[in-house]
């Protein structure tokens, strides 16, 4: 089942497509890539699926409720599909297609593409095919279009290169026109690795986003530089281990059969002291390196961020130069996952705890006012009491700022699932997560009481969740004849350590940087005073 183009394109324009996400923020970013892609042939975007010619879902496939989410969503689409639009065509891309997809299209087949996270470039074309297929003319034959990676960290390096510069051009082909999906156009996601090489033994990411391949940090550069000049004030760069970029400029990258040269500032390697760093040669640039020129090579971006970091490797070079320039957020997310080391080891993640503990004391050092926060997964095979405990007492020494904690569930195709028996019962995975919870909940009050009476910058993003309730009509005044009371507009936004922050202001701030002083706080918000709007922060 491969895909191939059909002779000539049915035409797009028009077509109403709804695209829902799920997962984590790389699937945040492809959608969009998706959604500029199909906008720019001509589609059109709704937000009820009823109303959509085509109806995609963007899957996750990292636990098993998120791939049960979907398996409803596509029963009910297919089941529609079949008694009302049987030329609605069903797609389902992203990890779980990729992980999953065959299996889907077994038990729904309804479905029309799969389409996974690796090929997402060619979603137009599968789109194209399944409304040519459906057509009477053709005798409605149905056939699936399939683009799936398969095992690609497997495949000849000519292969793998090729396919790569292919991937690449996804990323090339932004558009750079601001939308309003994000922050009124303020903020976006830049991709600076795709896959992981980890093989954590209990995760599908290696399985569903191949091998790890990191971009070449001209593109990057540019598409920040680009990004900002189209009025970006934030930016995130996302990767599954963000500090283990590196790229090689001696090994031959070509897009369009050109070899990128690799220009632009070039920093001496520094790794600083204390902390473990990988070995580079002068033509590599590490992750401290590039966000150095990211941060210098474009001044006018307000804000960069990045996740999600690997505790391992982690260099004071990458801390040096989040000290040495404002516009980098003080905001580190640094997965633990375990506060055992035997249940490190079993998980494959390559460091002891006492090695985290040195990364947390490293960045305290460097960055006195950073936050950071972990994701904690929880009754991973063979989790005594004891291995509860210390994760519990990891959390309590570490001051997270916030944790996601998670429940272990098994991937299938993961050694953790292959190897060793889910044998700790739910309800001690559920007692366990509430007590990591509770002493989570107690270590963010904390964090969050100690900004009360301070000052912080805020890059707003939104109106708060009270203001949007407000605003869907929670109070029907007009109707009922009488003058509405004026509403106060209440903003969401987050400080540069990523604390969410409410406070009350004109919706125009939305996508700036503000100052509000802190008057109150929440176990999980800050709510102030603005003082100031907006702000620039000074170029080093
Ligand atoms: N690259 C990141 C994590 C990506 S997946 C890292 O290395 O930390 C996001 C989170 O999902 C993980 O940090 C982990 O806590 C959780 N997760 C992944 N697989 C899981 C599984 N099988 N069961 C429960 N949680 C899981
Ligand atoms: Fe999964 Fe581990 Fe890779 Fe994170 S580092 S994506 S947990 S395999
Ligand atoms: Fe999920 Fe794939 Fe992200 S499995 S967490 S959407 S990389």
Not at 191 to 212: A, D, Q, W
Not at 430 to 443: M, P, S, T, V
Request: contains cysteine; neutral net charge.
């Amino acid at each position: 089942m491969t895909a191939k183009p059909t002779d000539h394109a049915a035409p797009a324009v028009g077509r109403a497509v709804y695209l829902e996400t799920f997962g984590c923020q790389m699937n945040v970013l492809d959608t969009q890539l998706v959604r500029g892609q199909l906008q720019s042939l001509g589609y059109r975007f709704v937000d009820d699926w009823k109303q959509a010619d085509v109806v995609l879902y963007n899957t996750c496939s990292v636990r098993e409720h998120a791939e049960q989410k979907v398996w409803s969503r596509v029963g009910e689409v297919g089941l529609w599909k079949k008694s009302d639009r049987p030329d609605l065509v069903l797609g389902v891309i992203g990890c779980m297609a990729e992980r999953d997809g065959k299996d889907m299209v077994r038990r729904h087949p309804q479905v029309d593409l799969l389409c996974g996270p690796g090929e997402l470039d060619k979603v137009p074309m599968l789109i194209d095919n399944a409304v040519k297929t459906a057509l009477p003319d053709r005798g409605g034959i149905k056939a699936v279009g399939v683009a799936l990676q398969g095992n690609t960290h497997r495949r000849s390096t000519t292969l793998a290169a090729a396919e790569e510069d292919q991937l690449e051009r996804i990323d090339l082909s932004r558009s750079f026109v601001a939308d309003d999906q994000s922050s009124a156009g303020r903020s976006a996601y830049v991709r600076i690795t795709r896959g992981c090489n980890k093989f954590c033994t209990y995760c599908v990411v290696p399985f569903t986003r191949g091998r790890e391949v990191h971009r070449p940090p001209n593109h990057i550069v540019e598409e920040c530089r680009k990004l900002v000049d189209a009025g970006v004030r934030e930016i995130t760069l996302l990767g599954q281990t963000v500090n283990h970029y590196h790229f090689d400029s001696a090994a031959a990258v070509t897009i369009n059969d050109v070899v990128q040269p690799q220009v632009g500032t070039v920093i001496a390697p520094n790794k600083g002291t204390g902390g473990p760093s990988p070995t580079f040669n002068d033509t590599t640039t590490s992750f401290a390196q590039l966000l150095a020129r990211i941060h210098d090579e474009v001044p006018d971006l307000q804000r960069l961020r990045y996740v999600t970091n690997f505790p391992r490797d982690f260099g004071n070079d990458i801390l040096e130069v989040m000290r040495d320039r404002p516009r980098i957020c003080r905001y580190l997310h640094i997965p633990v996952q375990s506060g055992s080391n035997r249940l490190l080891k079993l998980m494959n993640r390559g460091y002891t705890v006492e090695e985290y503990f040195d990364l947390v004391d490293r960045v305290r050092d460097y960055l006195p006012d950073a936050e950071l926060a972990t994701d904690i997964i929880c009754g991973f095979p063979t989790e005594t009491e004891e291995d509860h405990q210390a994760t519990a007492e990891l959390l309590r020494r570490c001051r997270f700022k916030n944790s996601f904690i998670f429940k272990y569930s098994p991937r299938p195709g993961t050694v953790a699932m292959d190897r060793f028996e889910d044998d700790v019962p739910n309800d001690v995975k559920k007692r366990r997560n509430n007590e990591l919870l509770a002493i989570q909940a107690d270590a963010s009050t904390a964090v969050h009481q100690a900004y009360l009476g301070k000052t912080v910058r805020v890059f707003v993003e939104s109106l708060s969740a009270r203001s949007r309730k407000q605003s869907n009509g929670g109070m029907g005044g007009v109707e009922l004849g009488w003058e509405k009371p004026e509403q106060v507009t209440q903003l969401a936004g987050r400080t540069d350590g990523d604390l969410i922050v409410c406070f009350d202001a004109d919706p125009s701030l939305i996508g700036e940087i503000a100052e509000v002083r802190i008057e109150r706080t929440s176990p999980l918000t800050l709510f102030g005073r603005l003082v100031n709007s907006p702000v620039a922060t000074t170029t080093t």
